[in-house]
């Protein structure tokens, strides 16, 4: 998810590259340039036992290094704030709820794919997941495979796509062979 | 006396003797501090706080595994569970381990159409079933997404959800590799409850041993690893191991001290033994006495047992050495007497004390002493050989009459000690009160700490606010907890409190079970609405064949009751709001601050009682249990201030009228000047005074006043080797009061410590200030 794009140095940067083939450090290093962001989310869920996908939509706000916060607005209001270690779920009513990442490692590992591929965290992906990248800086690909085998009883696979510093989709693939996708358009970044 | 009259009083001494021993051999001693805790005005304040000393929170151990490294812990931890799991001293015992949670979360989710409140006949129509499964497809559409999927195909009208809304908000322990860990991740964590309650402290030190034992024995144990515990019972079996242990010591070194200084003084063996007999005929009579009047005897009112020694030798000091030379000085027993008698009127203001312990030292002083005088009386000069061998004081004698003239003479530094007391108490910016009702209690500094870290690791359980109210019997009291909780969920939403738990969430009244297996419908008309529900909606009845098996199950279940949970973490949950008590049950529903805002861990219990108004819930109490006890204290500082007063005015008055105002006014303000000084030296070493304090201070009036009345007591005089007699007593027995007080100073139980300390440094000023004002210089009378 996410938003992002880039300053001036990343375009250079981003420009100067543009035809090789990226690399991970690279591409890192560019997502890394932003120091914050918003942009809005459609997220549809595939479900196996479901006719149709889910869908849900809202905003996405990320300053880096380590606070993204999801607002969804659609069906139902909701929020996830991650800050650092901590992950704050608040309802609708205003009830929250704390989770100390160190806790659980798979929720963990589920916000970090995201937290640590906005600030181009190489470290943070690669404790959970082993990293696969394609694509040039234009239209890049990131697929994650997780290395725990608790994540993996859960998520099979999560690829992100995007162009330059900017994420366009998340896609999550489920054990059980349901998914889901995030599209992200991004509304202002610095 | 004639030989006659010393027989019978001799067969009387013997006979009571006897009769004591006869009752101590069958008297109950207790050691646990509750009786140096107050008795609380109202019953329900006195049923909480027996419930949270004795009860089911009480029954709780926090238990901690350090040292080592992680996985080390971590394999103590599961060992420990394992091996304890099948102790019957036990009736849980938790480390986080998923096997158990997993038991927690079928319980709620097997019996989610007996516990979700939400169940109602509208909800199970087909509009309501309708709506209930599109709030789960959007909450399935939201960040819960993967939970939410997960149960769907049993719960599509989202029961659960229903349930575990209830837990949400509460701070849950960290966990490491699947077992509870402390915030800091240095300690791997546990939970025991014991099976047996509060008021049997051997069982339960038996079951504190047992995990200490079962973790010191624990296969291929890391030597770096160790064990900590707290809670309740850890602490009220280390009172008691402390109390035992220092009761023993006093005693012994008390004894051992007082007989020392008298062997150094009398330097004869018959004599010592002689001067020991009213101490001890005082302390036998003492204890049976209380044996009588209360029905047990506290540990800790033997261990003022070393005080009496301290004052009940003083008589027999005083008749010893003033009677050395073989005359009788005028009106010694007139002295003893009115020494005996403001003594017994200090302690008499003690048993109308509040404490069951003050009390109990109140009735254990006043008899001992009396025995004592009267033994010293009428026991002690028939036994006494006809001229005492003592040795010669006149030494000594002379060179302590030289000092004490010095210190006449010094009457100023009295002026100036005053003074400076006096500035002290103005000046200094502390409290002089102690207000923590905690500041009694024998619990370390160390072992609070961890206590309290242990708590916040297993996610901070400590009850400081509780909506309570006693129902006669377990579906009564269900039903009531039905009728607060959406009260308390309403306060909740408002942000009035954070949370709060009832009873009911977790086992409802057979009337809402029943209730809501009525709301079900048979198993054709479930899969009839269900079709109708589904009319349009992304989902098919068919892939919901386990929802309607469920909800015709649960029909027809059996309505679950306590040991449906027995084993369960909620078990200790359930068992620690839903009390069984003799005539009734208790239910105590914690209540959560919200965490946020300017006092975010106090509650406007204002507000929460005029919620609960509204909905006739008058008979829900809702207490701040802290300030509840600080309340208490305060009130029975108070009345400890008034006692004390009482009593030293009783004091006043009585010298007053046996001896004139004069006379009472001397002996009054060498007395005043050491209480006073006494609580400055407290003040100034910043040392905030309690409750024990000042029993001590009126201690210190009793007991100083037997010196002032004998420096002041003009017609006492005779010529000067009596004098020099009677200063020598004095000094002696101040000596013998001061080092038995300063012993029980020394002690780690702060009850006994803060009054030995108050009465050793009061004694020693009193006498001093005494030879300087009441004095009645013998050069100036004779010159």
């Known amino acids: 998810m996410s938003k992002t794009l880039a300053g001036l140095a990343?375009?250079?940067?981003?420009?100067l590259c543009q035809a090789a083939e990226l690399s991970v450090a690279d591409l890192m290093q560019m997502l890394g340039q932003k120091k914050s962001g918003t942009a809005t989310f459609v997220e549809k869920k595939y479900i196996a036992m479901l006719k149709q996908p889910l869908e849900s939509s809202g905003e996405l706000a990320f300053t880096a290094p380590d606070r993204l916060e999801k607002r969804t607005l659609k069906?139902?209001?909701?929020?996830?704030?991650?800050?650092?270690?901590?992950?704050v779920l608040e309802?609708?009513?205003?009830?929250?709820?704390?989770v100390a990442l160190s806790d659980r490692p798979e929720v963990a590992a589920f916000v970090e794919s995201i937290r640590a591929t906005l600030s181009g965290d190489r470290g943070g992906l690669e404790r959970f997941y082993t990293l696969a990248l394609s694509g040039d800086a234009e239209q890049w690909k990131l697929n994650l495979t997780?290395?725990?085998?608790?994540m993996q009883k859960v998520i099979s696979q999560i690829r992100i796509a995007g162009k330059q510093a900017q994420v366009k989709t998340i896609e999550f693939l489920q054990a059980d062979g349901d998914r889901s996708e995030m599209a992200i358009t991004s509304t202002s970044a610095k | 006396m004639k030989p006659r009259h010393h027989k019978l009083a001799l067969f009387v001494w013997l006979a009571l003797m006897l009769a004591s021993v006869l009752v101590i051999v069958q008297t109950r001693f207790v050691a646990d501090l509750s009786a140096f805790m107050p008795k609380v005005p109202s019953a329900r304040q006195q049923m909480l706080i027996d419930q949270l000393r004795d009860g089911a929170i009480a029954r709780i151990v926090l238990v901690g595994i350090e040292g080592g490294d992680?996985?080390?812990?971590?394999?103590?931890?599961?060992?420990?569970v394992s091996q304890l799991a099948h102790n019957p001293r036990f009736t849980s015992v938790q480390n986080g381990d998923s096997q158990i949670q997993q038991r927690d979360q079928q319980y709620f989710f097997n019996n989610r159409y007996l516990l979700s409140p939400a169940v109602t006949p509208q909800r199970f129509s087909a509009d309501g079933l309708r709506a209930a499964v599109q709030d789960t497809l959007d909450a399935m559409a939201g960040d819960a997404g993967l939970v939410v999927k997960k149960i769907l195909p049993r719960d599509p009208s989202g029961e659960t959800l229903q349930i575990l809304d209830q837990f949400i908000g509460e701070s849950q322990p960290n966990s490491s590799d699947d077992i509870w860990v402390s915030r800091d991740g240095k300690r791997a964590v546990l939970l025991l409850q014991l099976a047996e309650s509060g008021l049997d402290t051997d069982a339960q030190a038996a079951a504190l041993a047992d995990v200490r034992q079962t973790f010191d024995h624990l296969p291929a144990r890391h030597v770096a690893t160790r064990l900590v515990m707290s809670g309740t019972s850890v602490m009220s079996v280390a009172s008691r191991d402390t109390i035992k242990s220092e009761v023993e010591r006093l005693a012994t070194l008390g004894t051992v001290l007082v007989v020392a200084l008298l062997l150094l003084v009398y330097r004869s063996l018959p004599l010592l033994l002689l001067g020991l007999i009213p101490v001890l005929?005082?302390?036998?009579?003492?204890?049976?006495?209380?044996?009588?009047?209360?029905?047990?005897?506290?540990?800790?009112t033997l261990g003022f047992g070393t005080t009496l020694i301290g004052e009940a030798v003083d008589y027999s000091i005083y008749l010893f050495i003033q009677r050395a030379g073989g005359n009788e000085p005028r009106h010694f027993w007139r002295t003893i007497r009115l020494g005996v008698l403001t003594s017994i009127t200090g302690f008499a203001a003690l048993m109308c004390s509040s404490f069951p312990g003050l009390s109990q030292l109140g009735l254990y002083s006043i008899s001992g002493l009396v025995t004592a005088a009267l033994v010293t009386r009428y026991i002690l000069p028939g036994l006494m050989p006809a001229r005492l061998n003592l040795r010669d004081l006149s030494g000594p004698g002379l060179l302590l009459q030289k000092s004490l003239d010095f210190l006449t003479r010094m009457r100023w530094v009295m002026a100036a000690a005053l003074l400076a007391a006096v500035a002290v108490l103005v000046f200094n910016p502390q409290d002089i009160w102690n207000r923590q009702l905690n500041a009694l209690s024998s619990i370390s500094k160390e072992q609070n700490k961890l206590d309290a870290e242990l708590r916040g690791d297993l996610g901070g359980n400590d009850m400081r606010y509780v909506a309570s109210f006693s129902a006669p019997n377990q579906e009564s009291a269900l039903q009531l907890a039905e009728r607060t909780r959406p009260v308390l969920r309403e306060l909740a939403r408002q942000r009035v409190i954070g949370g709060f738990h009832t009873p009911d969430e977790l086992l409802p009244s057979q009337a809402s079970q029943r209730a809501r297996q009525a709301a079900l419908p048979h198993a054709v008309e479930a899969s009839r609405r269900l079709d109708r529900a589904l009319d349009g909606m992304p989902l098919q009845a068919n892939q919901l064949q386990g929802f309607l098996a469920d909800v015709e199950r649960s029909r027809s279940q059996p309505l679950l009751s306590r040991q449906s949970l027995q084993g369960s973490a909620t078990s200790v949950l359930l068992d620690s709001m839903l009390i069984k008590r003799p005539n009734g049950y208790l239910v105590l529903m914690p209540l959560r601050p919200t965490g946020e805002g300017a006092q975010s861990d106090q509650i406007a219990l204002d507000k929460v009682r005029a919620a609960l108004e509204r909905h006739q819930l008058e008979q829900v109490t809702v207490i701040d249990l802290l300030e509840e006890t600080t309340a208490i204290f305060d009130s029975y500082t108070h009345e400890a201030l008034v006692f004390s007063s009482l009593g030293s005015l009783a004091i006043l008055l009585l010298l007053g009228v046996t001896c004139g105002w004069v006379q009472a006014v001397r002996v009054t303000i060498p007395l005043g000047c050491a209480v006073l000084c006494t609580v400055a030296i407290f003040d100034a070493s910043g040392i905030q005074l309690t409750i024990l304090h000042l029993v001590g201070l009126l201690l210190v009036v009793a007991i100083g006043s037997n010196y002032a009345l004998f420096f002041a007591n003009k017609q006492q005089l005779g010529n000067e080797v009596e004098q020099r007699q009677v200063e020598v007593s004095l000094v002696v027995a101040n000596l013998a009061t001061v080092t038995s007080f300063g012993l029980l100073g020394t002690s780690s139980v702060p009850v006994l410590s803060f009054i030995g300390s108050t009465v050793a440094i009061g004694a020693l000023l009193a006498l001093v200030f005494s030879a300087m004002m009441a004095r009645i210089r013998p050069r100036a009378h004779h010159s």
């Not at chain 1, 309802?91 to 704390?98: E, F, N, V, Y």
């Open chain 1, 146 to 150: 997780p290395i725990q085998p608790r």
């Open chain 2, 70 to 80: 992680e996985a080390e812990r971590g394999r103590l931890s599961r060992l420990l």
């Open chain 2, 281 to 300: 005929s005082g302390a036998l009579v003492g204890v049976a006495s209380v044996s009588l009047g209360f029905g047990h005897v506290h540990g800790l």
């Open chain 1, 10 to 15: 990343v375009l250079l940067a981003a420009g």
């Open chain 1, 91 to 98: 309802r609708s009513d205003g009830r929250k709820m704390t």
């Open chain 1, 75 to 87: 069906p139902k209001a909701e929020s996830v704030v991650l800050e650092g270690n901590k992950l």
